[in-house]
T-cell receptor, first 112, second 111 residues
Framework: DAGVIQSPRHEVTEMGQEVTLRCKPISGHNSLFWYRQTMMRGLELLIYFNNNVPIDDSGMPEDRFSAKMPNASFSTLKIQPSEPRDSAVYFC??????????FGSGTRLTVV | GESVGLHLPTLSVQEGDNSIINCAYSNSASDYFIWYKQESGKGPQFIIDIRSNMDKRQGQRVTVLLNKTVKHLSLQIAATQPGDSAVYFCAETEYGNKLVFGAGTILRVKS
């Protein structure tokens, strides 16, 4: 089991550019979560999916952020246009049951 | 201007001593709790969990205690080792819903 796989591990981009973060959940897991971690706000849930359907996106900061899960093995988090305050570590997590969460290693995003 | 971030509490312990990390949770309806360990540059790593119908659960060198009356969770690490140095987070959830994290505690182990 390769675990939850995120790419890229690091991303540096200029303000105004589009950024796409990717996540491959553990095979067979039916829920997927996107979290953001900053020094200011800690670990915050942005959005989560059950069976590829978005369930709660109340944590998505604004319209510049969007997430998709086109199939059970892939999800993207897109920021367009990116701003310096979006700089953070973005984590993806997946689970099979209500009780088994596994996190990826994260993508460190720097917007300059 | 100077940025203000979360001021995480820090627990410093001597190698070999026991550590106790505390957490206050917010939702009285939460029925499942998890402790995570996060090392620098890595994602949160599962340590131990407990359901609300229990008040204690033991793992290898770790014990979690749950006090629902005061909404308090603690993590006990026995014989703390240098490799235990990390940030520890408690997280809570109501069945099937989102996992909400606490602010975290930094554990520093002195050799």
């Amino acid at each position: 089991d390769a675990g939850v796989i995120q790419s890229p591990r690091h991303e540096v981009t200029e303000m105004g550019q589009e950024v796409t973060l990717r996540c491959k959940p553990i095979s067979g897991h039916n829920s997927l979560f996107w979290y953001r971690q900053t020094m200011m706000r800690g670990l915050e849930l942005l959005i989560y999916f059950n069976n590829n359907v978005p369930i709660d996106d109340s944590g998505m900061p604004e319209d510049r952020f969007s997430a998709k899960m086109p199939n059970a093995s892939f999800s993207t988090l897109k920021i367009q246009p990116s701003e310096p305050r979006d700089s953070a570590v973005y984590f993806c997590a997946s689970r099979l049951t209500a009780y088994g969460y596994t996190f990826g290693s994260g993508t460190r995003l720097t917007v300059v | 201007g100077e940025s203000v971030g979360l001021h995480l509490p820090t627990l410093s312990v001597q190698e070999g001593d026991n550590s106790i990390i505390n957490c206050a949770y917010s939702n009285s309806a939460s029925d499942y709790f998890i402790w995570y360990k996060q090392e620098s540059g890595k994602g949160p790593q599962f340590i131990i969990d407990i359901r609300s119908n229990m008040d204690k659960r033991q793992g290898q060198r770790v014990t979690v205690l749950l006090n629902k009356t005061v909404k308090h969770l603690s993590l006990q690490i026995a014989a703390t080792q240098p490799g235990d140095s990390a940030v520890y987070f408690c997280a809570e959830t109501e069945y099937g819903n989102k996992l909400v994290f606490g602010a975290g505690t930094i554990l520093r182990v002195k050799s």
